[in-house]
């Protein structure tokens, strides 16, 4: 039986439209950055020490103050110091080496104006902020829906990658483990590398519980996503969040416990330009309280990752003069086992598609330790 004119009216308007939790602010810069670097960085847990674990934790978020919101240790001045920013830049400083930061958050737009202030009360310039609008999925009664944030970010990523249409454009992609931020932007690496096809992309958003539906579309949306640089993943380790790592699928995700391990991995990319490691040690040490049993093992992670031989060899250096304080291994920092970079080999489709089912089931059920 033909449906009517009013029936087929009805439907169009009850059918879910996802761009519709994409609440973007873009704000163009005044230099080129068609050729320049890209951070894209999570706010919640990554930037900012956002408790959510309990309900009562997750009802006090909207009632925070800019000026009561915590700042990760060393985030700021490491964002700071990564990011040239663009009305700073001199004539002469080339746009390969101009960076721009873009948040993107699941965080609904009402929080945007104080945490957009938080980012002014560091000193942190951005180019553009993205904020996931939950009252769509209210007002179509997709309530499963308000924590369900792979869809949502894929899509803020990939219009925010063609916005800036520029095939010799970078991106350093920043997030933590405490939800899908390592798949979100594997997938869209993997993708952008040329290692899987659309359709894998789908099937990956459907086992990672993306409906069927909204997986076909977000993967229609990836399907125009312009020729672009290179993608780098680093994913902060969060206490208390069972590890993520599975080689060799994330062999091609940097993890970090905290920004010290941070820098050190930015220095060792050349994204920062190599510093004094033991100034920042003492920073570290000194400002944010970090324990010297932390900092050494950090150094320890760090010397089974760097490739560069200065930086490798400071780090011994470091760890030479920290045996002098004879300092125990503490039971309250966990060293994860990252992959050398030795490990971190160019992974075959093959080897993809054989083991990153297994490591979106272990995300699945993953939970809090």
């Not at 920013?85 to 009402?110: A, C, G, R, T």
């Not at 938080?118 to 997709?142: C, E, H, P, V």
């Not at 095939?167 to 483990?177: E, K, P, R, T, V």
């Not at 920073?283 to 990752?305: A, G, P």
Request: glycine residues 2%; aromatic residues 10%; positive net charge.
């Amino acid at each position: 039986m033909l449906k009517s004119p009013f029936e087929s009216i009805k439907n169009k308007k009850n059918r879910y439209n996802i761009d519709q939790l994409i609440n973007e602010s873009y704000f163009s810069p005044n230099v080129n950055h068609k050729k320049s670097t890209h951070i894209l960085c999570d706010i919640d847990k990554t930037y900012l020490e956002t408790q959510f674990e309990s309900f009562i934790e997750l009802a006090k978020i909207p009632f925070e103050t800019a000026k009561e919101k915590i700042t990760a240790a060393g985030a700021k001045e490491i964002l700071l110091r990564l990011c040239l920013q663009s009305n700073e830049l001199k004539d002469s400083v080339s746009p390969q080496k101009m960076k721009f930061i873009h948040f993107v958050s699941s965080s609904p737009p009402q929080l945007r104006q104080v945490l957009e202030e938080k980012m002014a009360l560091d000193g942190i310039k951005f180019l553009s902020t993205t904020f996931k609008n939950q009252l769509y999925n209210l007002k179509k009664g997709r309530f499963s829906l308000l924590r369900e944030q792979v869809s949502y970010k894929i899509l803020a990523i990939t219009n925010l990658m063609k916005k800036i249409n520029s095939s010799q454009a970078n991106y350093i992609l920043i997030g933590d483990n405490a939800e899908k931020d390592p798949l979100i932007y594997l997938i869209l690496k993997l993708y952008a590398d040329k290692k899987i096809s659309l359709a894998d992309v789908e099937c990956y958003l459907c086992r990672a519980g993306v409906e069927k539906e909204i997986a076909c579309e977000v993967t229609n949306r990836i399907k125009d996503l312009p020729e672009i640089g290179h993608i780098d993943i680093y994913i902060r380790c969060i206490d208390g969040y069972r590890d993520i790592t599975f080689p060799p699928v994330t062999n091609s995700i940097f993890f970090y416990n905290n920004y010290f391990e941070f820098l050190i991995l930015m220095m060792d990319n050349d994204t920062i330009a190599p510093g004094n490691i033991m100034e920042w040690l003492r920073k570290f040490h000194n400002y944010y309280d970090f324990s010297l049993n932390t900092l050494y093992l950090s150094l320890k992670t760090c010397l089974n990752s760097v490739r560069k031989k200065a930086i490798h060899e400071e780090i011994k250096q470091i760890l030479h003069k920290l045996k002098k304080f004879n300092i125990p291994v503490g039971k309250n920092y966990t060293q994860k086992n990252f992959c050398s970079q030795e490990d971190k080999v160019d992974l075959s489709t093959t080897e993809i598609k054989k083991n990153i089912n297994f490591w979106i089931d272990m995300l699945n059920k993953r939970i809090i330790k």
